[in-house]
């Protein structure tokens, strides 16, 4: 599949649509002075120029990496949603100042048969483009479309509230005109917060997507030599453009050689199979039951620690007397303080040893109590 074209695809159609849309709804509304029709009509425009934008972003997140900018354009893809949404934003506090106004000021709004055919018609276009850009947008993992099969969806909700507008007007007579254009107007701004919200995750930074975290360390496990799996921490750099970093505990008797040959095997094969740019670290696993004891009884004082949510990567060096082990910490918890308390509580049973320990944050969102192990 090209994903390029069929983002573009997806996204003319979206144009063309909501052109046609723009015309009836404009047509109808200044004819019939209707405000709620003129505002969906704007809606249906502003949807037109962010399937624009998708289109925009497509080709320019798609360019290849240079010197400026190493790790590709994917990003811009994210941006784009981040326009699409201040696009939303921008219609819907405009429908919302004009709604108000009508409501201050309210006219007495006609609705003719035709009228109220268009809006059916509308409403049935939007549905169609709603699920054309969720199928494109999937198909692509493209979340500017997705977004956009969102806010059409709204749009077919809200179509549908001009509808009650005009049958409440022609039935009964009372104008509601000003009212369904506030509530056009606040569940607009509200699909373009949402539609803001999760476009911005992937910029700032969100949480590992557990499907892949758990792919990548089952993958891992595959490797006769790989007893378990202590860290996998990715970076997104736009759909299908996935770096991270992942450390694998191995026994200590590996010679560096062995070591060097797993890594690259590792790396190689979450490339192929995953898509996954990684760098394989490792860390050493006792070969002896020596340090049994202390380890049983590290992991009774993490289960006794709330604060702590993973601890891994165990392993003494029993002649320069070093005990290393790594803590996940949520992020509500003085990190420092779980630290000194876990190194002073492991001090008094085990006063012989250097304790080093790395705090590491909750990337993953994880709850168990240790690293992936082999089954």
Not at 14 to 27: D, R
Not at 172 to 177: M, P, S, V, Y
Not at 254 to 265: C, I, M, N, P, S
Request: charged share 20%; with cysteine.
């Amino acid at each position: 599949m090209d994903r390029e074209r069929e983002i573009v695809k997806g996204s003319a159609i979206g144009i063309v649509g909501n052109m046609v849309l723009v015309a009836f709804k404009l047509v109808v509304g200044f004819a019939s002075h209707s405000i709620a029709i003129v505002l969906d009509g704007v809606n249906n425009a502003t949807d037109a120029l962010s399937s624009v934008v998708t289109i925009v972003g497509t080709k320019l997140a798609g360019r290849r990496p240079d010197a400026r900018h190493p790790f590709g354009y994917g990003r811009v893809e994210y941006l784009t949603s981040v326009v699409i949404a201040v696009i939303i934003l921008a219609a819907g506090l405009m429908s919302l100042k004009e709604s108000v106004v009508k409501i201050v000021h309210p006219g007495t709004p006609s609705y003719s048969a035709i009228a109220i055919v268009v809006i059916v018609v509308a409403i049935l276009a939007k549905v169609a483009l709603g699920f054309c850009f969720k199928h494109y947008g999937d198909k692509t993992r493209c979340e500017a479309l997705i977004a956009s099969g969102v806010d059409s969806n709204y749009d077919a909700v809200l179509s549908a509230g001009t509808l009650v507008v005009a049958l409440t007007q022609n039935l009964w007579g009372i104008n509601i005109d000003g009212i369904v254009g506030l509530v056009i107007s606040l569940v607009v701004c509200k699909a373009g917060i949402d539609v803001l919200r999760d476009a911005l995750g992937p910029i700032i930074g969100q949480p590992e997507d557990k499907a892949l975290v758990g792919a990548i360390e089952q993958y891992a496990l595959s490797f006769p030599e790989v007893e378990g799996v202590c860290d996998v921490v990715l970076d997104d750099f736009g759909p299908h453009r996935t770096l991270g970093l992942v450390r694998v505990a191995v026994p200590d008797d590996l010679t560096a050689r062995q070591v060097g040959v797993l890594t690259r095997r590792v790396a190689e094969g979450l490339r192929r199979k995953l898509g996954v740019l990684a760098m394989v670290g490792i860390c050493a696993e006792n070969t002896t039951d020596e340090f049994a004891p202390m380890e049983a009884a590290l992991r009774e004082l993490v289960e006794g620690e709330p604060a702590v949510l993973q601890c891994h990567g165990f392993y003494v060096d029993g002649q320069a007397k070093v005990c290393y082990f790594d803590l996940v910490v949520n992020f509500e918890a003085d990190r420092q303080a779980v630290e000194r308390a876990m190194v002073a509580a492991m001090k008094e049973k085990f006063p012989g040893y250097e304790y080093n320990v790395q705090v590491d944050a909750d990337y993953e969102q994880c709850a168990n109590g240790g690293r992936t192990a082999r089954a």
